[in-house]
């Protein structure tokens, strides 16, 4: 796949089919993911793949809680205001993120990405991207999650005997799986609209009017 | 550029010759930087392109000044250690790092990523790792840095006027340039090393023995 196809078109895949992602496929995504770059060539991240499905049950359940606790917290009233202002496009996220906490148990895979000694999250991101742009590549749509670290760390590392006495702590659960939706380019504000030039609010000395990568 | 040529070679690429990135090249990479995907479609990031010469001698003296609590806090001991076990690879990241602290003041460009309501950096360095594989893609190297966001986010963010009463913040400059080394696979543990499968400790059903990529 070329490159800019996957990074144009790779959007956050909620909706998937049950069917299994082969052990072949898997593999490339790893193999992928570690060759991103790591702060001081540290590797201080551990991948931990989840099919079995009574794992899956109970992620499933605290992924539930923990969705409900989002929503009444950081994104309460969110829906709401969408709503008021016809936020279509918001309103479709959310409609897709509701199904993945419905339907979580029938996620096919799930890789979860453990970190340590990685305070901002800047090593272990990138290469959960190239997880999720490999993933693409193999057909296989991703969604990058971070409910269950946020208020489900504790439960998701006992249940999985991860030793945070050792400093490993979740980052992110990517939920994975053949999709039932469409790829596409994800609507965004132009790359010009939040770039500054040398100081914040001054605007840059080039434009883009329309995506510079669009074959769909 | 295929997909899997970018992320297996797009390593941090210190080392860089002070001839300008064109603007198409900030252009598309910015441009594909925001189609990654951005936590409930907020696009709560701000890119901002420092070129300017005075800028970046002051950001240079920032940098030294960061790079050097870091070595003296969370790395302290660590060249002693890798010297000690005479690891080359440490060393070289070393020394690359080095350099950059160095010579911080002639990198064509730099790419400040501001995010907010992102408290896991889960939204901003999926970005920040598309725009330098697009930077890669046009020949230009790039280094995701956090050592400034870690130490001297105030300083930073006055200097350039960054609105942090309405939550911004640095997440990373990235030095871009085109570069003095050469592209190349990064050395890592093979997949499975780093992998589990349904619970910490336990072995992968698959295991990768050599890059599945590797036309170098």
């Given amino acids: 796949m070329e490159l800019n196809e996957a990074l144009y078109t790779t959007r956050a895949m909620r909706r998937v089919k049950p069917d299994p992602v082969p052990d072949d496929v898997v593999a490339a995504m790893l193999d992928a993911a570690i060759r991103a770059p790591t702060g001081s060539g540290g590797e201080n991240w551990r991948w931990l793949t989840v099919t079995d499905r009574s794992t899956m049950t109970a992620l499933a359940e605290m992924y539930r809680e923990a969705y ?113 939706g469409r790829w596409g380019l994800a609507t965004r504000k132009p790359a010009q609209a939040v770039t500054y030039s040398e100081r914040w609010g001054a605007a840059p000395t080039w434009s883009v009017d329309e995506p510079l990568w669009n074959e769909y």
Wanted: charged share 20%; net charge negative; aromatic share 8%.
């Fill in 68 to 180: 409900h606790l989002l929503n009444t917290t950081m994104y309460a009233g969110k829906k709401e205001q969408a709503e008021a202002r016809n936020d279509q496009r918001a309103l479709r996220v959310m409609s897709s993120s509701d199904w993945l906490a419905e339907n979580f148990e029938q996620v096919p895979l799930v890789v979860l990405a453990f970190h340590r000694n990685d305070p901002s999250g800047a090593s272990i991101y990138p290469a959960v991207w190239s997880l999720m742009l490999e993933a693409r590549a193999h057909g296989v749509g991703a969604t990058l999650t971070t409910v269950l670290s946020w208020f489900k760390n504790d439960e998701v590392c006992a249940m999985l005997d991860v030793p945070t006495d050792h400093g490993w702590t979740n980052a992110a659960a990517v939920t994975c799986g053949y999709p039932l």
